[in-house]
């Protein structure tokens, strides 16, 4: 049975199918878990050839695993994907891979706390230099590189402020520095977004979130245009070895199956949600891309299919945002987003916490909701109580 042509194919087609034949020798129509660690070669120095040729330790190779990035190369439109055993691990060996020690980075001012934390804590130490700016700025990011920029960094939307970087601008920025523009598009997954298409030279994500959709698994992923990049990438990665497992390769792309169907499911849940928190009086500002007046708005309308389903707010004081965690029954307070159920979190004091006291430093007051896809009249329900009297 032929491969189909990805390019021919959507993306909810490429999420069910691609790099997930039936199996040749069973018919098996779900990839198995290929829970080995080693494989048989044909002779000293030689690998096997003919059917699943090519492995020979799974460190280096596992077919689970080249399944889910043969699939996440297809759904982001990229030359080649590589998985990683988490985000931070993909982060790691993606900087680690192209930078050196003088080397500076663009970064976006409100960037997730565990990104701050490998620049500003491990990176540091390496003699990695860093710069936050507003990346929804085009000329501050031109602003902010150095003839010693080697790469731009963006989240868009930015987490937890929910900020929108015009990816083509930003792209023409970095080039003109020849510096690599990275995309962590975790919160757009590529069912929202195709930071690639945009000009972006490597596309970030946290797998652990929307691509494995049910808060059961941790991963992360690069997916890239250039074949020299992902040469590059493929051997730290090998010789860095934070890979992930069969067993979570399998769940990844379990989930991926149904990223598109959820992804809008969770979009119409936030808008609502949204809809609530703007008329609320116990709401100071509510952060959103969806929303006409956010300043991202246009550029997200442009170059999103949909504005997504984290969304952000302020109450009036840091103990206000505590009590309103502590009184939701439906939105689970903890930590991570993306799944399909609803959490409810103080970036502050949990997410956020190793950027207190930098210029990334999350407000206090700032709530923020990953949006998942349960019966929205209860999560609306849910937020009404945990609001009132506020």
């Known amino acids: 049975m032929p491969a189909p042509d990805p390019g021919d194919l959507g993306l909810d087609t490429l999420a069910v199918h691609a790099g997930q034949p039936p199996d040749p020798a069973t018919g098996a129509v779900n990839v198995p878990i290929y829970a080995t660690s080693t494989y048989a070669q044909d002779d000293v120095g030689r690998l096997r050839t003919g059917l699943g040729a090519g492995y020979d330790y799974s460190r280096s190779g596992n077919p689970t695993r080249t399944a889910l990035e043969e699939c996440l190369a297809a759904l982001e439109g990229g030359t080649r994907a590589l998985a990683f055993a ?20 663009v970064i976006p001012d409100d960037a997730y706390g565990g990104t701050y934390r490998l620049f500003a804590r491990v990176l ?14 085009p000329d501050v990011i031109r602003a902010a590189t150095t003839e010693k920029t080697r790469v731009v960094w963006l989240e868009t939307p930015t987490n937890p402020l929910l900020t929108v970087a015009d990816i083509a601008a930003a792209a023409e920025v970095a080039r003109a520095s020849a510096a690599l523009l990275v995309v962590d598009s ?6 929202l977004q195709r930071p690639l298409e945009l000009g972006a030279d490597v596309v970030l994500h946290s797998t652990t979130k929307y691509l494995g959709g049910h808060s059961d698994v941790v991963g992360g992923a690069l997916v890239v245009r250039e074949d ?11 010789a860095m070895g934070a890979v ?17 169907v959820r992804m809008q499911r969770h979009c119409d849940n936030a808008e609502a949600v949204v809809a609530l928190l703007e008329d609320h009086p116990a709401v100071d500002t509510v952060f959103y891309p969806g929303l006409p007046g956010h300043r991202g708005h246009a550029r997200a309308a442009a170059q999103m299919a949909r504005f997504g389903a984290m969304v952000s707010f302020t109450v009036s004081s840091g103990e206000a945002a505590a009590e309103v965690c502590r009184r939701t029954r439906l939105f689970t307070l903890a930590e991570s987003l993306g799944g399909v159920e609803s959490l409810i979190e103080v970036p502050g004091a ?8 930098s210029p990334l430093e999350v407000p206090d007051r700032l709530v923020r909701l990953s949006v998942g896809i349960e019966t929205v009249e209860d999560l ?11």
């Open 244 to 260: 992930p497992g069969p067993f979570d390769a399998f769940l990844t792309l379990r989930g991926i199956k149904t990223l598109g």
């Open 186 to 191: 975790t919160f757009a997954t590529p069912a």
């Open 350 to 357: 949990m997410t956020h916490a190793s950027a207190a006291g």
């Open 86 to 105: 988490s985000g931070m691990a993909a982060e790691d060996t993606l900087l680690r891979a192209v930078l050196q020690p003088g080397d500076h980075v």
């Open 228 to 238: 020299d990049l992902a040469e590059r990438l493929a051997f730290h990665q090998n």
């Open 380 to 390: 609306l329900a849910d937020l009404r109580g945990a609001l009132a009297g506020i």
């Open 124 to 137: 540091d130490r390496w003699g990695v230099t860093f710069t936050p700016a507003p990346v929804d700025d």
